[in-house]
């Protein structure tokens, strides 16, 4: 056998530039992703900015109450309960960065996208 059938051929080609056509769509899609994250990231900003505020008052009630408060149990449960709010504004503090992704092309792509199978080399 020396050859595909061209009408095999054609139809490889076809599929090569459809599948093409796909990752550049892909590739499109992906890069839109960048100002979405942005997006995310203002809002977890704004958040950030409100647990903030939200642990340094819980941090200044419970220091301007007695010691004696801060020991009992109403105290201990108050001291649980603004730390964890400090964890999560401190986690807030945390970028949120877009992810990189790569859509390498199959070497197999440019294979059938560029190649004539009718004929095969002697």
Known sequence: MKRIDRKVSIQLVGLGRDI???YREADTLLEGLGPLFDQ??????????????EANVAEEFYDGKSERWQEGEKGSEFSEWKDQLRSVADDLGNEIDCPKI???RPDWL??????????LPE
Do not use: G, V
């Open 40 to 53: 995310i990231d203002e809002k977890r900003r704004e958040a950030a900015e409100l647990m903030e505020d």
């Open 20 to 22: 093409e056509a796909l």
């Open 110 to 119: 440019s294979d059938i996208t560029n190649q004539d199978f009718e004929e």
């Open 102 to 104: 790569d859509l390498e």
